[in-house]
T-cell receptor, first 113, second 112 residues
Framework: EAGVAQSPRYKIIEKRQSVAFWCNPI?????LYWYQQILGQGPKLLIQ????????DSQLPKDRFSAERLKGVDSTLKIQPAKLEDSAVYLC???????????FGSGTRLTVV | GESVGLHLPTLSVQEGDNSIINCAYS??????FIWYKQESGKGPQFIID?????DKRQGQRVTVLLNKTVKHLSLQIAATQPGDSAVYFC???????????FGTGTRLQVTL
């Protein structure tokens, strides 16, 4: 089966600019997650969707981060405006059920300068 | 920009030896644990999982041990190969949520 697709692979922006990341989960996977992975650390959950509804966004910095999952398939994560500390890899993962096996995408590496 | 800590614990083993990677978890309510392997430029890849009603689970060349008393998890890799070189993370979650909480990670270096 095809894996979780993410784009772009790399992005460099200046602070205070906006950026958006896209994720296409594995077909049929109802649960989709966005994780932030700062260099040298483990991934940290930003937001979890079940179909197109938000299950957990408690760690999403809502003043600058937003995410949506239209039609319960693809998802977009946006940062506006970006800060230097947002430099990280943004990983998307999906699973066919909550608490099920995750499949991660390769991530988008964001550098804010 | 601020430089974030890059000093992952590192385990260096010779090819063919067995590797043991350890992980301490903090949430006594966690009941499902997963080990992931992450190679450079890639997302975490599932290796093996274990539920809290077990203390050992074996896969192909890998074994996970769970000690709930001291909240400790370990990953054993038999006959370590160069392709095993990567960063390994343990992750935990509870039965009522699927949010994974990841540990710090350990870098495994396999020498020839």
């Amino acid at each position: 089966e095809a894996g979780v697709a993410q784009s772009p692979r790399y992005k460099i922006i200046e602070k205070r600019q906006s950026v958006a990341f896209w994720c296409n989960p594995i077909s049929g996977h109802a649960t989709l997650y966005w994780y932030q992975q700062i260099l040298g650390q483990g991934p940290k959950l930003l937001i979890q969707f079940q179909n197109n509804g938000v299950v957990d966004d408690s760690q999403l910095p809502k003043d600058r981060f937003s995410a949506e999952r239209l039609k319960g398939v693809d998802s977009t994560l946006k940062i506006q405006p970006a800060k230097l500390e947002d430099s990280a890899v943004y990983l998307c993962a999906s699973s066919f059920r909550p608490h099920g096996g995750y499949t991660f995408g390769s991530g988008t590496r964001l550098t804010v300068v | 920009g601020e430089s974030v800590g890059l000093h992952l614990p590192t385990l260096s083993v010779q090819e063919g030896d067995n590797s043991i990677i350890n992980c301490a978890y903090s949430n006594s309510a966690s009941d499902y644990f997963i080990w992931y392997k992450q190679e450079s430029g890639k997302g975490p890849q599932f290796i093996i999982d274990i539920r809290s009603n077990m203390d050992k689970r074996q896969g192909q060349r890998v074994t996970v041990l769970l000690n709930k008393t001291v909240k400790h998890l370990s990953l054993q890799i038999a006959a370590t190969q160069p392709g095993d070189s990567a960063v390994y993370f343990c992750a935990e979650t509870t039965g009522t949520a699927s949010k994974l909480t990841f540990g710090t990670g350990t870098r495994l270096q396999v020498t020839l």
